[in-house]
Structures are given as C-alpha cells and as structure tokens.
C-alpha cells in the first residue's frame, strides 16, 4: 500500500465530463503538484485550475473533491477531478501524475482491492459491485445491489454468527469438563444447526436463480432450414444479427445475441437448420452446424422450435420438444385458412415477415422467463458458482457434525463449516471464535 494509485474512473472516449481518482499515501501531495494549493475541505467541490507541475502549462480547469482516509471508498486519502472529458485532457492530467514520487497506474480493481484489504467492503459485496457496474438489465441491477447492500453477506454472517456460538460452546464443553455447564446447551446448539443446514439448502436450491439472473437465461432457436429461425432473431434482436438468405443451410454456427426481455437477461442462440443427411448431401461445414445446433438443444434453458407452417413438420424436429419449450408456427401470412395444429404441444402462431403474432411470442418468452427467476424478487441470493461451492462445504461439513461419534470431531466439523463460509465473504479467520469464548464464558477468570 505504499505506493499512490491513479486511474480514469469514468468511460473512456469523448464526454462531457471525466473523473480521475487518486489513492494512496501520496494522494494530497499528489494533488497539489497539479493544483499549488492544500486540499480543499472534505467531501466539497471546488473549482480549480491544474497545471503542469514541471512546464506550469494549463492543463484543464477542473472540479475536485477531497476524501481524507479513513473516511473514503478504499479507506485511504482519496483526490477525485472532474475534469472536462476530452482525451487530450485527460491524457495530460495522467501524465502529469505519472511524474509524481509514488504515484503509479492502477491495475483493473486495484481500487476495489484496497477498498476490501481496508474492510470497506468484503468479497461478496465486491462482487456485487462488480456486478452493479456491468448490469445490463432492471433485474441484473436490483440484484447487484442487494448483494453490495450487504444483502448475502448478512445471511452468512447470520449463519457463522450462530455456529460460532454453538462451537464456542462446544470448546467450552471439551476443554472445561468440569464446568457446570447448562445440559440444555447441548439440545439447543443441535437443533439450531439443523434448523441452519435447513436455511443453506433452501438458498442452495435457489442458486441455479441467481446464477442465471447474473449470466442471463439461454434460449436456443431451433427447426429445419428455412423455417424463418435467422429472421426470428432479427426481429427479436430489432436489428440484423443474422444472414436471411432463401437457400438452406445459411447458418452453420450459432449465432448469439444477449436481449433484455422487460427487464430480465437473455442470450438468444441462432442455429443451424436441423435437418437429416439425405445420400451424403450434407457438407462437412453444415453438418458441424447441425451437431451444434443439437447440443445447444441440450445445454439450453429454453429451447424455441421453429416450424414453417406451410409444410410438413419434421418429428425429429418435433421430437426435441419438452417441458422447456414453445413451438412457432411461422409464415402463417401464407396460410389463409385454419392453421396446422401439433397434437399434444401448444403453438404460437408467427409471421415474422409482417410481425403478427411477435407480440404474443415475447409475452410467452418473458412469461416463462420470469416464472423461472421469481425468487431473484426478494431473495439475497448465491450468485456464483464459488458461492455455492463454499455452501455445499458448509453444508456438508454440519451433516458430518451431526453424526460425530466425539465432541472433538463435531467441532472440527464445524470450524469447517464456518470456514467454508468465511471463503464467501473473505473472512477466514479465529478471531470471531475467540471473541466468543471470552465474551460468553469468560474463560480464565
């Protein structure tokens, strides 16, 4: 932590205005080779003229802001310009810094780091800033935000909270025997750490939520050549991301395209024209297609098959329906009378030539998006898979707890448990525990 960070925090490319922040032990005199003067009272803007400290040239004339440790995001002494958003400014301004005893560029995070080496934030709140900022969609962002609130870090603490208790009690138990400890201890501590691993599955179960609300659900498009699957994404998309062309067999790779669907993530997969080889008619480069465009089928968590209403269905094809699926009819502009009908399967019927029926298609899609994501409304939920990894320790270590033939072994189990949640909030430490022991028994007096 010696050394002074210095970085763009605003987007690149011409704006209207950029913010550059400084960091570190040199911040204040960082600062003022660039402005002649002290920093400005905390936590106020004021106007001020930068200059070059070598040459004395103008550099911008600027808004800064002045964040004393410990009392800024990364807990150390914190400078912020506002400076006009050109890149010849900014450039200026970086280089001028670049000149300053101690001061060095920023790493990607280095600010973020230091903000959680500070205990400003921990692990799980970091991520969830780190998901606020590249949040795409409504949902994306009010989950990002309950996670950097503290809204996972909370429901670990909870946990830990509780298990350092039992444990602390435990220790007690096998390093005093002769203490006359409460005998209803012993019942308490078990049911509340059945009524935890209880509280960790049902989260647990809700991960797969979180996990897809942060990557975004996958929807793959399949059907036969020409049924209309590239121009379906088109006009999904509301732009063209995929070649139309009359001749079969035009895609021979998925094509993905990431959508917000009233307010949830998507990616939206294109695929290959599903079709058998008829008499080695297929070529090496379309049959490759087709093979991915099946496993994509598999890996999908929805799967949208396109039929071309105006011909036979094709039931290898229709054979790829199941639970997680709508089927389109499409080109019905076609079909002046009664349309086809699928036994057993419900269809939505489509024309994407003249948009009929896309409406009724992108209610069905975010209607069953969003049965999928209910959970994402109020729960503080494990959004990676680290997260559910550390759980399923946790989980399993408490089941061995449970079944401990010795006291000595129970609480292993559960320092195990504690510690593999520690790993989702970056807390790994003995430190809870003894606080605990000293607090509840006061061991030694």
């Known amino acids: 932590m010696s050394e002074t960070i210095f970085a763009p925090s605003s987007g690149s490319g011409r704006a209207g205005v950029a913010v550059l922040r400084i960091s570190g032990p040199q911040a204040a005199d960082a600062l003022g080779s660039l402005t ?3 920093p400005p009272e905390p936590r106020q803007a004021v106007l001020t003229a930068l200059h070059d400290p070598d040459s004395g040239e103008l550099l911008d004339r600027g808004l800064v802001v002045w964040f004393p440790s410990p009392n800024s995001f990364t807990g150390e002494d914190v400078a912020e310009l506002h400076l006009h958003g050109s890149h010849a400014v900014v450039a200026a301004v970086l280089d001028a810094l670049s000149r300053q005893p101690g001061c060095v560029p920023a790493e990607p995070g280095a600010f973020t780091r230091r903000a959680f080496e500070a205990g400003k934030l921990d692990l799980a709140e970091v991520e969830g800033l780190a998901d606020l900022i590249a949040a795409e969609t409504a949902t994306q962002r009010r989950q990002a935000l309950r996670q950097l609130d503290g809204g996972l870090s909370k429901r670990i603490g909870d946990w830990r909270d509780r298990l350092a208790r039992h444990l602390a009690h435990l220790e007690a138990a096998i390093d005093f025997p002769d203490e006359d400890l409460p005998a209803e201890l012993e019942s ?3 049911a509340d750490i059945s009524r935890i691993r209880d509280e960790m599955v049902q989260d647990l179960g809700a991960a797969p939520v979180g996990e897809r ?3 975004g659900v996958e929807i793959a498009i399949l059907g036969p050549p020409n049924a209309g699957k590239s121009s379906l994404l088109n006009a999904l998309a509301k732009r063209e991301v995929a070649i139309v062309a009359e001749t079969a067999g035009t895609t021979r790779d998925v094509v993905e ?3 917000d669907l009233e307010g949830y993530p998507v990616t939206i997969a294109d695929t290959a024209g599903l079709r058998a080889a008829e008499e080695g008619t297929l070529d090496p480069v379309e049959a490759e297609g087709i093979r991915r465009s099946r496993a994509r089928a598999e890996t999908a968590d929805l799967k949208l098959i396109v039929f071309d209403a105006t011909k036979a269905f094709d039931p290898e094809v229709l054979a790829l ?8 009819l499409n080109k019905t502009d076609l079909l002046p009378g009664r349309l086809p009908s699928l036994a057993g399967h419900a269809t939505i019927a489509l024309s994407v030539k003249d948009g009929t029926g896309l409406t009724d298609l992108i209610s069905a899609l975010s209607r069953t998006v969003a049965g999928r994501l209910t959970k994402a409304a109020t729960t503080p939920l494990l959004t990676r898979v680290r997260h559910r990894r550390a759980v399923e320790d946790a989980i399993a270590a408490l089941e061995r707890s449970t079944i401990a033939t ?5 609480a292993e189990d559960l320092r195990l448990a504690l510690r593999a949640l520690g790993r989702v909030v970056g807390q790994v430490d003995v430190e809870d525990l003894l606080d605990v022991i000293f607090r509840e028994f006061c061991i030694g007096k």
């Open 36 to 38: 002649a003067r002290p």
């Open 188 to 190: 308490e501590a078990s």
């Open 213 to 215: 609300l942060r990557d």
């Open 257 to 259: 395209v990431r959508l």
């Open 321 to 328: 329906a199941d639970a997680d699926t709508l089927l389109c």
């Open 406 to 410: 010795l006291p000595e072994l129970a």
